[in-house]
Nanobody
Framework: QVQLVESGGGSVQAGGSLRLSCADS????????MGWFRQALGKEREFVAA????????YYADSVKGRFTISRDNAKNTVYLQMDSLKTEDTAVYSC?????????????????WGQGTQVTVSS
């Protein structure tokens, strides 16, 4: 059973960094494509990044490309999102998700399991 729990959110000033973690207590992360999504207050959920099962392939939204890095450690059943050069518009609840598909898709419909999310607030 996949149980995803995010951590690492918090408040940071613009230009700062945070690293989010997504752990799977079911110890099955290696079996899934993993993604990060975010939802700002009053806005629709949007794709942030995805990573293949072995970590060799990654895919980013244009809005975070060059600033965010997704990675995974299957031995620790954990996926990470390193966020650098944060902007106020990055403020949102960030959620990780697991997909049984093989493609790195940006559509939330491609993902089968979701965590509860962690708040990231970037102030100016």
């Amino acid at each position: 059973q996949v149980q995803l729990v995010e951590s690492g959110g918090g408040s940071v000033q613009a230009g700062g960094s945070l690293r989010l973690s997504c752990a799977d207590s079911g110890r099955t992360v290696s079996s899934y494509v993993m993604g990060w999504f975010r939802q700002a207050l009053g806005k629709e959920r949007e794709f942030v990044a995805a990573i293949g099962r072995r970590g060799a392939n990654t895919y980013y939204a244009d809005s975070v490309k060059g600033r965010f890095t997704i990675s995974r450690d299957n031995a620790k059943n954990t996926v990470y999102l390193q966020m650098d050069s944060l902007k106020t518009e990055d403020t949102a609840v960030y959620s990780c998700a697991a997909s049984r598909l093989y493609a790195l898709g940006p559509s939330a419909k491609s993902y089968d399991y979701w965590g509860q999310g962690t708040q990231v607030t970037v102030s100016s």
